[in-house]
């Protein structure tokens, strides 16, 4: 029996769940490849009597746990083992919980369908012949499996509720200086954020209230309280004013998605809340906006990874070609692709046109941001413009794969928090998701807004047939 909540898994104590877990990961991870790394010798049941004793949680693979191998899905860190755990490790162990494995992703969470990993595509447990989505494609389709409790993912561009959306499971991407970056392989600096992949919201605010808070070792994290998210759960939506952004129901959208978003909408009202159209002008931009912004932070975050320092290290003559030969080997395709991209728009006579600008219209989408949470306290909109698509279909086409992030990418450009929840399947059965988006560190209005719609509908008790 699986025990998939963390008050479940807590009730059964650590022992009978890691067992469980051990078991069912060994039935299906050879079809899944949720794992990059599980090894039932390297558990260490916490002995702490925190929130989260006995709770077994398993880690997106860029996220530095000590003791275990830290990759990032790519053969440049094959072998590094981070002599220190991340803030929010230390904080999950702190609180009683387990690490139990480190999740596929795609490399350097370049991605949006976890297929650019070293190690192999994961499968998506609702179609194995479809992606998770990504980049946190292994925590979610761990989860999704019963192969996980609950997991940690990150957010750069989309790469948690992509994911959920895709495996039907419930995905936070904190407000920006949230949770702690500490312990991050970084990717872009000024958008990253780490948050919980869970089967249901209650489990979310329960790890959120654990990893989120300020921490010394990371100057952008914020110095704020922390709420108990708990508390918003079960307050309902009675005069909550909800917005539908017209520039997220546009042309190219699956239309079975924009019927679940829309009937998500008419449940909420049905609720009491109140449902009005509104606008984000600049949306448009935002993917371009992205692509230049991001890549220019992940070009120069990954100039350290020239094999003196850590991991992989290719056979050299002198300095030179060692920095030469080991980023040759060491980094695939697409991520030497964005360390091009990224060093060319910041190069100068380059520098203006590109990078500047983008971080001009930044400003504007996050202005967009601003104006329409005078109107409303939260927007509902789609996760991605299709459901789950095949593996190798966007592959070759990086463009096309780029703009999966189309719904998601403004939200980390704004800097402000968004949870993908499940809101139904296509007609042939592929989970679809949508996206709850609130003003900065109001995190607790979408608990409360998700949790109404998730217990009035209860996606969560569906499970794929693996
Ligand atoms: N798909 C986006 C990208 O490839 C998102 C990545 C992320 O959020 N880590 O950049």
Redesign the pocket.
């Known amino acids: 029996m699986l025990k998939e909540s963390i008050r479940l898994a807590a009730r059964e104590g650590a022992e009978r769940i890691i067992e469980s877990l051990t078991q069912r990961v060994r039935e299906v991870d050879s079809r899944v490849n949720a794992y990059v790394q599980f090894d039932p010798k390297k558990i260490q049941r916490s002995q702490t009597k925190g929130p989260l004793a006995g709770v077994p949680v398993s880690v997106k693979d860029n996220i530095c746990t000590r003791g275990w191998e830290t990759t990032c899905a790519s053969k440049i860190l094959e072998g590094f083992i981070p002599p220190y755990d991340a803030t929010v490790v230390e904080k999950l162990r702190q609180a009683g919980a387990t690490i139990f494995g480190k999740c596929n992703m795609?490399e350097f969470?370049?991605?949006?369908s976890c297929e650019t990993s070293a190690y192999g595509p994961t499968r998506n447990p609702w179609d194995l012949n479809r992606v998770p989505g990504?980049?946190s494609g292994g925590s979610a389709a761990a989860v999704a499996a019963g192969e996980a409790v609950a997991a940690l993912g990150?957010?750069?561009?989309?790469?948690i509720r992509l994911p959920a959306a895709f495996c039907g499971v419930v995905g936070l991407k904190p407000t920006y200086g949230r949770v702690s970056r500490y312990g991050l392989v970084a990717?872009g600096s000024s958008f990253d954020q780490i948050g919980p992949i869970t089967k249901t919201v209650e489990d979310s605010a329960l790890l959120m209230n654990v990893i989120a808070g300020h921490d010394e070792r990371d100057s952008t994290s914020a110095d704020l309280p922390v709420p108990d998210y708990t508390k918003a759960l079960g307050r309902g939506v009675k005069g909550l004013r909800i917005g539908l952004p017209r520039e997220f129901f546009v042309k190219g959208l699956d239309p079975e998605i924009e019927k679940s978003v829309r009937e998500a909408a008419r449940i909420y009202q049905k609720m009491g809340a109140v449902i009005k159209e509104v606008n984000l002008p600049h949306t448009k931009y935002s993917v371009a906006v992205y692509y230049i912004v991001?890549v220019a932070e992940a070009s120069s975050n990954l100039g350290r990874f020239d094999g003196v320092q850590y991991g992989f290290r290719a056979a050299h003559g002198n300095l030179r070609d060692l920095y030469f030969e080991t980023r040759d080997q060491g980094f695939g395709e697409e991520a030497k692709r964005r360390i091009l991209l990224g060093t060319f728009v910041l190069s100068a006579g380059y520098y203006e046109a590109y990078y500047l600008k983008g971080q001009k219209v930044r400003t504007l989408i996050r202005e967009d941001y601003t104006k329409a949470f005078d109107e409303v306290d939260l927007l509902l909109t789609p996760v991605s413009p299709t459901p789950p698509f095949k593996l190798g279909e966007k592959l070759t086409d990086p463009l096309t794969m780029y703009l999966s992030?189309i719904f998601t990418i403004s939200v980390n450009l704004a800097g402000v928090p968004a949870m993908a929840l499940p809101s139904g399947f296509t007609k042939s059965g592929l989970p679809i998701g949508m996206q709850l988006i609130a003003r900065p560190f109001q995190e607790e209005t979408i608990f409360q807004a998700a949790h109404a719609y998730e217990q009035e509908t209860k996606w969560f008790k569906q499970n794929p047939k693996l």
């Open positions: 795609d969470a370049f991605g949006s990504g980049s990150s957010d750069t561009g989309g790469s990717f991001a992030d």
